[in-house]
C-alpha cells in the first residue's frame, strides 16, 4: 500500500507546486523560450530536458510542443518533441509500474473494465496502445500512468506512443512555426492551416467511433 500511496502524493505535490508557486509564471511560453533561446547551440539538449521532466511528473506539455516549432522550425521542432515526449512518457509509465501496477491488479483483478483492458492488450497491445494515441479520449499523462498500470510491455507502450503522437506533435509544432513567422511579419495563412489541423484531428475520435460502429460484430478495432 506504501508504493501507491508514493504515487498519489507526488502527483498530488506536482500540482500543489505548479498552482500554488511563481513556478506556473517561470514556465509561461515566454519565459521558456527566452532561456531556451539564450542556451544557444544547448537549446535542443535543454528543450529535451524540460520535455521529459514535464511529461515524467504529469505537468502538460503541449505548450512546450508549440515552443519547439517557434525555436527550432515544425520538422525539427516536432523531432525534438516527439523525442522528448517519448522519454518523459516511459519514465511516467515505468514510475507507475514500479509504484502501483501490482496493487492495481490485485485490488482491481475482478472489475470488469480491467479485465477487459487486460484482455484487448494480450490480443493486441501494441494497437491498442497506438489507437489510443491517436484517438486521445484521456490526456497524454493520464495514460501513460494508465498503461504502467497494465500488462502492456514497455517495448510496445513506446513504439505505439512513437508512432502515435507524429500527428498531433506535427501539428502542434507547425502552429509554433507559423505563428512565429506571422509575429515576424510574414504570413498568417500557416497559422490557419495548422488550427485547421488542429480542428480535424480533434474530429478523430468521433470518426473513428462512428466507422467502428459499422463494423459487423466480431470484428476487433
Given at each position: 500500500?506504501?508504493?501507491?500511496l508514493l504515487l498519489v502524493?507526488?502527483?498530488?505535490?506536482?500540482?500543489?507546486?505548479?498552482?500554488?508557486?511563481?513556478?506556473?509564471?517561470?514556465?509561461?511560453?515566454?519565459?521558456?523560450?527566452?532561456?531556451?533561446?539564450?542556451?544557444?547551440?544547448?537549446?535542443?539538449?535543454?528543450?529535451?530536458?524540460?520535455?521529459?521532466?514535464?511529461?515524467?511528473?504529469?505537468?502538460?506539455?503541449?505548450?512546450?510542443?508549440?515552443?519547439?516549432?517557434?525555436?527550432?522550425?515544425?520538422?525539427?521542432?516536432?523531432?525534438?518533441?516527439?523525442?522528448?515526449?517519448?522519454?518523459?512518457?516511459?519514465?511516467?509509465?515505468?514510475?507507475?509500474?514500479?509504484?502501483?501496477?501490482?496493487?492495481?491488479?490485485?485490488?482491481?483483478?475482478?472489475?470488469?473494465?480491467?479485465?477487459?483492458?487486460?484482455?484487448?492488450?494480450?490480443?493486441?497491445?501494441?494497437?491498442?496502445?497506438?489507437?489510443?494515441?491517436?484517438?486521445?479520449?484521456?490526456?497524454?499523462?493520464?495514460?501513460?500512468?494508465?498503461?504502467?498500470?497494465?500488462?502492456?510491455?514497455?517495448?510496445?507502450?513506446?513504439?505505439?506512443?512513437?508512432?502515435?503522437?507524429?500527428?498531433?506533435?506535427?501539428?502542434?509544432?507547425?502552429?509554433?512555426?507559423?505563428g512565429q513567422e506571422a509575429?515576424?511579419?510574414?504570413?498568417?495563412?500557416?497559422?490557419?492551416?495548422?488550427?485547421?489541423?488542429?480542428?480535424l484531428l480533434s474530429l478523430?475520435?468521433?470518426?473513428?467511433?462512428?466507422?467502428?460502429?459499422?463494423?459487423?460484430?466480431?470484428?476487433?478495432?
Open positions: 500500500m506504501v508504493k501507491p502524493l507526488s502527483f498530488v505535490g506536482v500540482l500543489v507546486v505548479y498552482q500554488f508557486t511563481p513556478l506556473s509564471q517561470w514556465l509561461s511560453r515566454e519565459a521558456i523560450t527566452a532561456t531556451l533561446a539564450g542556451l544557444g547551440v544547448w537549446a535542443p539538449l535543454g528543450y529535451l530536458v524540460l520535455k521529459a521532466i514535464f511529461t515524467a511528473v504529469g505537468v502538460p506539455a503541449s505548450l512546450l510542443t508549440v515552443v519547439s516549432g517557434a525555436l527550432f522550425g515544425a520538422m525539427l521542432g516536432a523531432v525534438y518533441s516527439i523525442i522528448g515526449a517519448t522519454v518523459g512518457a516511459m519514465g511516467a509509465f515505468l514510475i507507475a509500474r514500479y509504484l502501483a501496477r501490482d496493487w492495481a491488479q490485485s485490488k482491481f483483478a475482478a472489475n470488469g473494465r480491467l479485465a477487459s483492458l487486460n484482455q484487448g492488450l494480450e490480443r493486441n497491445a501494441l494497437w491498442f496502445v497506438l489507437s489510443t494515441r491517436l484517438t486521445p479520449l484521456l490526456p497524454f499523462n493520464v495514460l501513460n500512468t494508465l498503461f504502467g498500470l497494465t500488462r502492456v510491455s514497455l517495448k510496445d507502450f513506446t513504439l505505439g506512443t512513437v508512432v502515435g503522437i507524429i500527428p498531433g506533435t506535427l501539428a502542434y509544432t507547425w502552429l509554433g512555426a507559423s509575429f515576424a511579419g510574414g504570413s498568417k495563412w500557416g497559422v490557419f492551416g495548422a488550427l485547421v489541423a488542429l480542428a478523430l475520435p468521433v470518426l473513428l467511433a462512428s466507422k467502428k460502429q459499422t463494423v459487423p460484430q466480431g470484428g476487433d478495432f
